[in-house]
């Protein structure tokens, strides 16, 4: 691999070095080629042939630079101080096979010196959940973090029960969190202009061509948020904890806790247990990047140059940059150009959903076995358990919207609105039932729904032989959907 570790040139406040307290008895997980394959760690024999000793923490490479970085944070909203790696190490950073500099971070590798009240470890529950999610989003075309893999042990971990400790080695394009300012502008202020600096010259080198880079690059990381939380809308994922330390700098998914996909179409859907007032609703996503953003940004007025009505300037474009990809990619959705019919009709079809709980994934699949129904059988068949759950008035709103919804097809080139919605709708999403399958045979030593799973989420928008009608099939409409656990 392409080592270019720069975090750890930065001033020794910004981090602590240590290595990792290994796992006892570590056993194989899952481990992902295809990351492998883009980082060149295939590539490497030493690499190959002692992962299980390196996620577990017993193999330290010489190439690696282990530390636990500092940050802040503001979560459910209010000024929760210093936090920071509390159970991740990063460990290396590497440029990949298209040169883009990445993160290999170690999830689960004990404490260090921000574990504040915790252990320092992760269970094998939710290291499979974050393992197959950050895969989930990346083959959708979300920007997301991925992993090479997971470990599992013996060494056990108290959360609710004793359970297995395991241990992932996350990727991602940067690690550096909204957090990392925060704790910044608290706790080393003199460090800001470094540290910020850094930032553009390491992940938006390109803003260095501006007459001023530094707004330059807080609009950008403005967009690239409202990008993200767009794509999340669009496929109906809920993150679940948008703490400002769980956001980063470059736009793309981190730190995957009580996350959820979207079943039965409900806007107001809380799928974090610990969520009590629901500001981490889906509905309330974008609001809350807004909030992030806003509290984030006052805090570069430090620097020269940066005032209040500048940084109103850089937060400015977010709601439309958020708009326009959402309501873009809605159009896309329908197989429909970016035009006000079409997103009238789309608004329409949002609000049968939520009327009658229909299956966002499902429903909006099933529109290719109303459009082109000779090649899409498995789409038709999807259609007809949609519109059975309908009611005598639901359906007549059905029929009444399909008739226009055709008409405004006609507009389109055929095969260009089909491909646009094989392409913008998934068969398969991580539902959490899919996520708990896979947890409970792991959990007795069986791995193999695990690789299934993994497998079928890697072709998300291709309908597989490997899959199964559970795979597919949502709650009962009077089920509440399942709400998830930040313990992990």
């Known amino acids: 691999m392409r080592y270019q570790n720069t975090y750890v040139n930065l001033d020794a406040r910004l981090y602590h070095k240590q290595p990792p307290t290994p796992l006892d008895n570590p056993r194989v997980g899952h481990f992902n080629t295809q990351v492998a394959e883009q980082l060149g760690w295939a590539q490497d024999d030493d690499l190959?042939?002692?992962?299980?000793?390196?996620?577990?923490?017993?193999y330290v490479p010489a190439e690696f630079e282990p530390l636990a970085m500092a940050y802040a944070g503001h979560q459910f909203g209010q000024w929760a101080g210093q936090l920071g790696d509390g159970r991740g190490l990063l460990m290396a950073q590497v440029r990949d096979n298209n040169d883009k500099l990445q993160d290999l971070h170690l999830k689960g590798i004990g404490l260090t010196p921000y574990s504040r009240m915790g252990d320092g470890r992760a269970v094998l529950r939710s290291t499979i959940r974050e393992?197959?999610?950050?895969?989930?989003?990346?083959?959708?075309?979300?920007?997301?973090?991925?992993?090479?893999?997971?470990?599992?042990?013996?060494?056990?971990?108290?959360?609710?029960?004793?359970?297995a400790g395991a241990a992932l080695m996350r990727v991602a394009d940067s690690h550096i969190r909204l957090g990392h300012i925060e704790w910044i502008a608290s706790f080393a202020p003199d460090l800001l202009g470094e540290f910020t600096d850094y930032m553009i010259d390491t992940y938006y080198p390109e803003c260095r061509d501006s007459n001023t880079p530094?707004?330059?690059?807080?609009?950008?990381?403005?967009?690239?948020?409202?990008?993200?939380?767009?794509?999340?809308?669009?496929?109906?994922?809920?993150?679940?904890?948008?703490?400002?330390?769980?956001?980063?700098?470059?736009?793309?998914?981190?730190?995957?806790?009580?996350?959820?996909?979207?079943?039965?179409?409900?806007?107001?859907?809380?799928?974090?247990?610990?969520?009590?007032?629901?500001?981490?609703a889906y509905q309330n996503q974008p609001a809350i990047g807004h909030w992030n953003l806003n509290v984030w940004l006052t805090h570069f007025m430090r620097l020269e140059g940066v005032t209040r009505e500048t940084l109103a300037d850089c937060l400015a474009p977010y709601e439309a940059t958020f708009m326009q990809h959402y309501q873009q990619g809605l159009c896309r959705k329908l197989g429909l150009p970016h035009e006000k019919e079409s997103l009238s009709l789309a608004f329409e079809w949002l609000t049968l959903l939520e009327d009658n709980l229909l299956d966002y994934t499902n429903s909006f699949r099933a529109l290719l076995g109303l459009v082109a129904p000779d090649e899409h059988p498995y789409e038709q068949q999807l259609l007809a358990t949609m519109t059975a759950e309908l009611t005598q008035e639901a359906q007549k709103a059905w029929q009444d919207w399909s008739i226009i919804y055709l008409a405004q097809l006609e507009l389109v080139p055929f095969e260009q609105a089909v491909n646009d919605m094989r392409t913008n709708n998934p068969v398969y999403v991580l539902r959490n039932s899919m996520a708990q399958r896979a947890i409970s045979a792991a959990e007795q030593g069986q791995f193999e729904e695990v690789d299934r799973v993994f497998n079928l989420l890697a072709s998300p928008y291709d309908v597989q032989d490997i899959a199964t009608e559970l795979d597919t099939t949502p709650p009962n409409p009077n089920a509440p959907q399942m709400p998830i656990s930040c313990s992990s």
């Not at 904890?241 to 998914?253: A, E, K, P």
């Not at 995957?256 to 247990?273: C, K, L, Q, S």
């Open 48 to 58: 190959m042939t002692r992962w299980v000793d390196i996620f577990a923490g017993h």
């Open 131 to 163: 393992y197959l999610c950050g895969h989930a989003l990346t083959q959708l075309g979300i920007p997301s973090s991925n992993a090479l893999g997971f470990v599992v042990s013996d060494t056990s971990v108290r959360r609710e029960r004793m359970e």
């Open 214 to 280: 530094v707004l330059a690059f807080l609009t950008a990381v403005v967009e690239r948020t409202a990008r993200m939380i767009a794509d999340w809308q669009l496929i109906g994922f809920a993150h679940g904890v948008m703490n400002t330390d769980n956001l980063s700098i470059t736009g793309s998914t981190l730190d995957f806790g009580p996350f959820g996909f979207m079943e039965r179409f409900d806007p107001a859907w809380i799928n974090n247990h610990s969520d009590h007032t629901g500001r981490y």
